[in-house]
């Protein structure tokens, strides 16, 4: 087992990256409610929401795109 641990870190094996905070997580998720509280109100509360929902998809995969390049 105390091997596994100390080969874990050695050469040959790449360094675990953890992304950075985000707030994109967050406004997808208030994207995705608003929506489906739209689907019960009103359909401009729907389209508000998918806008949302577009936007923040946007932003967060050019953060990840960003970062990844920035990794290479």
Not at 9 to 28: D, R, Y
């Amino acid at each position: 087992m105390a091997e596994e641990s100390e080969s874990a870190g050695g050469e040959g094996h790449p360094q675990e990256h953890l992304p950075g905070p985000s707030f994109w997580p967050v406004l997808l998720a208030l994207g995705v409610a608003m929506s489906l509280i739209g689907v019960i109100t009103k359909l401009v509360v729907v389209i508000v929401g998918l806008v949302i929902v577009v936007v923040a998809l946007g932003g967060w995969i050019r953060d990840a795109r960003r970062e990844y390049r920035e990794l290479s």
